[in-house]
Every structure is written in structure tokens, then in C-alpha cells.
T-cell receptor, first 115, second 115 residues
Framework: NADVMQNPRHLVRRRGQEARLRCSPM?????VYWYRQLPEEGLKFMVY????????ESGMPKERFSAEFPKEGPSILRIQQVVRGDSAAYFC?????????????FGQGTRLTVV | ELKVEQNPLFLSMQEGKNYTIYCNYS?????LYWYRQDPGKSLESLFV?????AVKQEGRLMASLDTKARLSTLHITAAVHDLSATYFC???????????????FGKGTHLIIQP
């Protein structure tokens, strides 16, 4: 869904550099989710955030990865000291809440290539 | 740990034929989603199935859910070339909060429909 805005769409980083991926949720949505997709695989849940809070980070690697969703501005997924294995498509989704009828909408993704 | 298995993983078929994609999951679930992904693109939500026996149809696609068997199917009727894409099912376990929190995806079914 184009209303969930991710940037950049493509990002190339050398090993050891930092990658910052941004996600602006749909208007009115206060819940953001990050997923990683490896080639030929489904999406793997990483982290779920609400404004200024990390709700569930059970899918985040313990080191080098962090996420935030500040009161103002987009959600940021930050990968420090990138390695080749971090190359993947990273998708953000947003939803307005957590009721039983809630549906999340996905952004276009950021394709990270580590060289 | 919730496991979601799709089959087949690859499917090549002729236009005009019918076929079914299967999605099995290993634990109780409140919701099951079907998504479509075109190469290099984001995920497009096709169906959200909320209860046992739910059946939804949109054009040539029909999805159903059997929560007792922990099985969902996506049926394609009289396939056309434009339906070529990768189809993912994703399951939200009953213990999750909602939205896209903790969605577990299958590996996807790569569907090629030949004219």
C-alpha cells in the first residue's frame, strides 16, 4: 500500500557501515511493525512498536539491530556494522490498533544490499 | 513455535485451468491472511479470514478457512496470466495482540500462469 511510506527504496552499504531504514505509517496509524524478507522466503517478524514504545521485539537479532518510533517523525530501523547476511528486503507495516478486525498495510519495502 | 507450511511452493499452470494452494498451520489462530506479492513489490492484502468456515471470494480467487483442520485454501478459477505472482499465507496465533504483531508467514507459492 503506497500510503505506508518507506525510504530509501534501495540502499547499498559496505560491510561495517550503518544502515538506517525509515517508515512513515499511514495517516491515523500508531502501530508499526518491521519484517525482513530473505530471497525466496516469506516475511519474518522483527519488531512491533507504538509511539515511543517497543511492544514486542522478539524477532530482532540481539546485536546490531535497533528500532524506534518517536513521538514525531518516522519509525527507524537501524542496523549497525552491517554484514552480508543483512542483505534482504525490509518491510514496514502499520495499523490503527489491535482490535480483532485490525488489518495492517505494508509499505513498498527497502531493499538493502551489503557489499 | 508456530509453523506455517504452504504447498506447493512452485506452480506453473496454463490459462483457463483451476488450482488450489494449501496453507497448514500448527497452532490455534484467530486470523489468517492471504497476500499477493509481485516481483520487487510490496504485499497486497487479498483476504482476511476470521472464523471457522469463512469463505471469501474476489474475482477468480476464493479463500477458505477450516480452523479445526488448521488449513486454509486459496482456489484459483480459470486462471489468467495476470494472476502470476507469489502468494503468501500468514497466520496470527490466538495469543497475539492483533494487527501484524507476530504474523508468521509461509514461504510462499510462486505461481506462473502461461498463456
Amino acid at each position: 500500500n503506497a500510503d505506508v511510506m518507506q525510504n530509501p527504496r534501495h540502499l547499498v552499504r559496505r560491510r561495517g557501515q550503518e544502515a538506517r531504514l525509515r517508515c512513515s505509517p499511514m495517516k491515523g496509524h500508531s502501530h508499526v511493525y518491521w519484517y525482513r524478507q530473505l530471497p525466496e522466503e516469506g516475511l519474518k517478524f522483527m519488531v512491533y512498536l507504538q509511539k515511543e514504545n517497543i511492544i514486542d521485539e522478539s524477532g530482532m537479532p540481539k546485536e546490531r539491530f535497533s528500532a524506534e518510533f518517536p513521538k514525531e517523525g518516522p519509525s527507524i530501523l537501524r542496523i549497525q556494522q552491517v554484514v552480508r547476511g543483512d542483505s534482504a528486503a525490509y518491510f514496514c507495516a502499520s495499523s490503527p490498533g489491535v482490535s480483532s478486525n485490525t488489518e495492517a498495510f505494508f509499505g513498498q519495502g527497502t531493499r538493502l544490499t551489503v557489499v | 513455535e508456530l509453523k506455517v507450511e504452504q504447498n506447493p511452493l512452485f506452480l506453473s499452470m496454463q490459462e483457463g485451468k483451476n488450482y488450489t494452494i494449501y496453507c497448514n498451520y500448527s497452532t490455534t489462530s484467530d486470523r489468517l491472511y492471504w497476500y499477493r506479492q509481485d516481483p520487487g513489490k510490496s504485499l497486497e492484502s487479498l483476504f482476511v479470514l476470521l472464523s471457522n468456515g469463512a469463505v471469501k471470494q474476489e474475482g477468480r480467487l476464493m479463500a477458505s478457512l477450516d480452523t479445526k483442520a488448521r488449513l486454509s485454501t486459496l482456489h484459483i478459477t480459470a486462471a489468467v496470466h495476470d494472476l502470476s505472482a507469489t502468494y503468501f499465507c500468514a497466520v496470527l496465533p490466538s495469543s497475539a495482540g492483533g494487527g501484524a504483531d507476530g504474523l508468521t508467514f509461509g514461504k510462499g507459492t510462486h505461481l506462473i500462469i502461461q498463456p
